[in-house]
């Protein structure tokens, strides 16, 4: 079974302080995908590496970095934490355009 | 742009029908259904490819009508189990990223 973790299920954190949330895969998938989910918005995109040390924007990268430095782990940083991203964030991998496998979700709280 | 789903919200009785749009006004390559329940991450159900193919599994099927770039989920004798909420997220062609909907949530009672 694929496996996608991340690093926290919740996190609570205060306005300002940079924020580093970990996902890693165990399938060797190509693609990882950073996601926020909102009441009533569904999932939007922020970010998206289709390979090592690649990254290309989603649709709401404002506010936010990636890193992969690794092809099993991606990170989402949250340079200076605001309260507007408090959210439910989703971390997911597929092979190549395949079904995306999606890891538990990490609720950040911004105080 | 995200794709517009439809309903918002449905419910149902066990043994009902459900069918769930999802409707883009990009062309698409293909078209991903996910389910979610409460408190857990999106489920992947089917994806559609561009050719207009109709795929099922067991009693939840859909189709993808490339011409009007639009998805329909079809669910039959609805059970217990399917209460959830069902994203639907398009694809367009030379693109690895999934544009979600906001997703309708189901809710099936005895």
């Known amino acids: 079974d694929v496996k996608v973790t991340q690093s926290s299920r919740y996190l609570v954190k205060r306005t300002g302080e940079k924020v580093f949330l970990e996902c890693v895969q165990d399938m060797d998938h190509e693609n990882m995908f950073w996601y926020r989910q909102d009441p009533g918005l569904g999932l939007r995109l922020i970010y998206f590496s289709y390979d090592v040390k690649m990254k290309e924007k989603g649709d709401i990268p404002e506010g936010y970095s990636v890193s992969r430095e690794k092809k099993e782990r991606f990170s989402l940083i949250l340079e200076s934490a605001s309260t507007n991203q408090t959210s439910m964030y989703l971390c997911a991998s597929s092979f190549l355009t395949r079904e995306q496998y999606f890891g538990p979700g990490t609720r950040l709280t911004v105080t | 742009q995200q794709p517009v789903q439809s309903p918002q919200a449905v419910i149902l009785r066990e043994g009902e029908d459900a069918v769930i749009n999802c409707s883009s006004s990009?062309?698409?390559?293909?078209v991903h259904w996910y389910r979610q329940k409460h408190g857990e991450a999106p489920v992947f159900l089917m994806i559609l490819l561009k050719g207009g193919e109709q795929k099922g599994h067991d009693k939840i099927s859909a189709s993808f009508n490339e011409k009007k770039q639009q998805s329909s989920l079809y669910l039959t004798a609805s059970q217990l189990s399917y209460s959830g909420t069902y994203f639907c997220g398009t694809e367009r062609a030379g693109s690895y990223q999934l544009t979600f909907g906001k997703g309708t949530k189901l809710s099936v009672i005895p």
């Open positions: 990009k062309a698409l390559y293909s």
